[in-house]
């Protein structure tokens, strides 16, 4: 990963509150489809053992795609899409992209010779979300599915991890256990970093560190929020013209430069607003010299008012210490009775 994308990476990184449960795990064999779809939530899927395919259909921003899987990659839906995991390499037919085919099975015993079956494909899928109260701004930010390959090089951390995940699987093939969600947050941290190195990715924010004259504007964006990024500064910066600029920063990005600089400046200024920081002391830091304006686009952006979004994030941490304190103090001392 370049130096401009490690820090933009690291930008996006930090603050991300992501929170995994876990669907089920388990195995299929023969004719079966699978799917995480139409509960209005991210999900995502681990190959446990064997191969199957992941199949998209259509839509606006790309054609239908049909995706090997095999042991130990990972795909992550970061919104709720039409989608299915099946052993054919072909798709469903339209309209049945979604459907639901066979029954699961527990995963074969480690202790079980049979394991794991001929055929069979050992799954764990669950669905995700981002706590940080900025779900659709970080989404915005994102392609909407990523493949992690567990043969991909920028993904060597990430390959003991996923053997964690499996080695939780079979300790109990009944029960699923708690530490499959835990560890899935992490490894989703490592496929995001790796996101940048995809070339097939739809145009989104990612899709600009590929290109050598637009990461060092996004680092230098992400480094010094209030200067006064304007679209003629960003242009020159670049050494573009206007017109061509823009043409060429929503081609790649999927959205116009000025909305991605309030959606860096607006992520920033919510994590200094959990940090205790005052609102005009956030609207400053990000570029506002008008309170009022700051607090129009960060509700924009987010939906509240920043005050409110103080007060909502500010309030857990002091109960927090609260209890901290409270069970510093020292029990009394009681003399002993003879």
Known sequence: MSPHAETIADWLL????LKSTIF?????????QASTAGRHRASFH???????????????ERAAQSVRLAAGDAVFLLHDMPHCLSPDPRPPARGQESGRLGSMSPLSSPDDP?????????????F??????????????LPDYIVARRDNPSLDGARAIFDLIRAEALRDVQTPSPLIARLTDLLFVYVLRAAAGRDEIAPCF??????????????????????????????????????RFCKQFVEISGQPPAHFVTLVRMKMAAAMLRGGSSLPDAAERVGYQS?????????RVTGVQPGAYRRRAVQPAAQSATLQN?????????????
């Open 14 to 17: 930090a603050g991300l509150e």
């Open 24 to 32: 089920h795990v388990g195995q299929y064999c023969g004719a079966w």
């Open 46 to 60: 681990l190959a446990l053992h064997g191969e199957c395919w992941l199949h998209l259909p259509a839509n606006a």
């Open 114 to 126: 049979r394991q794991p079956a001929d055929g069979s494909v050992g799954i764990a899928c669950g």
């Open 128 to 141: 995700f979300e981002f706590n940080s109260g900025l779900d659709d701004m970080l989404l915005s930010l």
């Open 206 to 243: 990612w899709s600009l560190m590929r290109r050598a004259q637009f990461a060092p504007l996004v680092a230098a964006i992400i480094e010094a929020p209030a200067e006064r990024w304007t679209t003629d500064t960003m242009a020159n910066f670049v050494h573009m013209s206007r017109a």
């Open 291 to 299: 309170e009022s304006a700051f607090a129009q686009a960060f509700k």
């Open 326 to 338: 409270t069970a510093s103090v020292s029990p009394p001392s009681f003399t002993a009775l003879h």
